[in-house]
Nanobody, 117 residues
């Protein structure tokens, strides 16, 4: 049974930093690409960062240069380091992965990030 558990969200002032973690179980983690999405109130969920099994990363333009995605295969964990946070980064952040065989997607429960101005 695949489980993704996010942690690390919270309230931070504009310009501050947070690091989100997503611990995965039930998969051979090193073989899976991982992604971070976010959903702000009244908006669609959007992909903001991804990392392949080969450690190739991609970022949405809105976070490029401020956020860094990384993974630790020994800990089955993917991270999102968020620096220079802005009020518009306020959202629920979700961890995601997809089986390349079944195409089934898996989501964590989400963690709230609130950036005050």
């Amino acid at each position: 049974q695949v489980q993704l558990v996010e942690s690390g969200g919270g309230l931070v002032q504009s310009g501050g930093s947070l690091r989100l973690s997503c611990a995965a179980s039930g998969i051979i983690f090193s073989r899976y690409a991982m992604g971070w999405y976010r959903q702000a109130p009244g908006k669609q969920r959007e992909l903001i960062a991804s990392i392949t099994s080969g450690f190739t990363t991609n970022y949405a333009g809105s976070v490029k240069g401020r956020f860094t995605i990384s993974r630790d295969n020994a800990k089955n964990t993917v991270y999102l380091q968020m620096n220079s946070l802005k009020p518009e980064d306020t959202a629920v952040y979700y961890c995601n992965t997809e089986s390349s065989i079944t195409r089934r997607t898996y989501w964590g429960q989400g963690t709230q990030v609130t950036v005050s101005s």
